[in-house]
């Protein structure tokens, strides 16, 4: 069997690690896109992990490939990328996305996965690999992804109180009812374009180191599609756990408060996609939930159950690349 021959199915194999990564997002990160319209009874679980699906597929007909251009070559010198990079790099990410998962904990599995790159990328080539502007603007969305969120809501929230100021209670609950589902709509939108496009970099510069895209870095558009589809099948397995930690014990949401929580997390995923910075959507949806909590009081929010959110991302990047650096190693000794 040729060099060649022997090189393929491991191509394909390691596509297809990705790919179950991708899902494993998907289901991780589905209590991102559905649980505000899940804990107000706009919608069903059933019913919203549908919703939140079709529009996490959708969105690579609204966005660019910016997000994936700096997961391929932004983060760890493409030149220094091979196989067993990236096969650690997924190792370290599914592990701790799984770990993080079974312990119903909302981490980030963006930065699990750019984790586990950086740390299989040291592994491989030292800290020289590491390309240090690309992930000191990832590691800034870390604080400013949350902080955005958190100030978008809380002005929505303001701003929307004082627009229905003389509106009573149960009309102003059947409109954001409504509207919920718009909301929600945009926000499984810019998770499925920030989030699947971290993916789509991580095979399209595996493509690359292969000699697979004629010398010059680029998404194919199957790489695309795949890409959203396995995350909006992801979607569809749904997150309960996670649901249930992001929609009532932050702080109890009424539609209203759910619908400035989407639409602040929104365009925070929005503006970042559009300037190719990989964000957490786990993050900023946490910080809208806390900004709509904290204006309607600072003790509506359960400052706890979101301390130990902020401590799940600050460990994510570090304990991922750990991972991977390790199965890089162990890889070695076997190979």
Excluded at 320 to 333: K, P, R, Y
Aim: include cysteine.
């Amino acid at each position: 069997m040729t060099d060649a021959a022997l090189a393929f199915p491991l191509l394909v194999g390691l596509i297809g690690v990705a790919l179950l990564f991708d899902f494993l997002n998907g289901l991780h990160d589905a209590a991102n896109s559905i649980a505000t319209i899940v804990s107000t009874r706009v919608l069903r679980p059933q019913y919203a992990v549908f919703w939140a699906a079709f529009f996490n597929f959708i969105a690579f007909l609204f966005f660019g490939l910016h997000v994936a251009q700096t997961l391929g070559t932004g983060i760890v010198d493409a030149g220094i990328i091979d196989a067993r990079v990236i096969f650690s790099a997924l190792v370290g990410a599914i592990a701790w996305n799984v770990a993080t998962w079974i312990l119903g904990i909302p981490s980030s599995s963006s930065h699990a996965l750019i984790g586990g790159l950086v740390g299989a990328g040291v592994a491989k080539g030292g800290f020289d690999a590491v390309i240090w502007g690309g992930l000191t603007k990832t590691a800034a969305a870390i604080v400013l992804s949350p902080l955005f969120g958190l100030l978008l809501a809380l002005i929505l929230v303001l701003i929307v109180s004082w627009i229905f100021v003389r509106a009573t209670p149960f009309a102003v609950d059947n409109t954001f009812r409504t509207l919920q589902f718009v909301s929600a709509s945009l926000y499984s939108l810019g998770h499925g374009g920030n989030d699947a496009q971290k993916t789509m970099g991580i095979i399209a510069v595996l493509l690359y180191s292969q000699g697979h895209l004629g010398g010059e870095f680029h998404v194919p558009l199957w790489v695309v599609i795949s890409c959203q589809a396995a995350m909006a099948l992801g979607t569809l397995f749904g997150g309960w756990r996670i649901v249930h930690t992001m929609g009532s014990k932050i702080t109890r949401l009424n539609p209203m408060q759910g619908f400035c929580a989407e639409t602040g997390g929104a365009i925070t995923l929005f503006t970042a996609t559009w300037l190719g910075v990989p964000v957490s959507t786990t993050h900023t949806i946490t910080g809208a939930i806390v900004g709509v909590g904290a204006a309607r009081r600072t003790s509506a929010v359960r400052w706890g159950v979101a301390g130990n959110i902020v401590v799940a991302w600050v460990v994510t990047l570090p304990a991922a690349a750990l991972i991977a650096a390790a199965c890089h190693w162990l890889v070695g000794l076997v190979a």
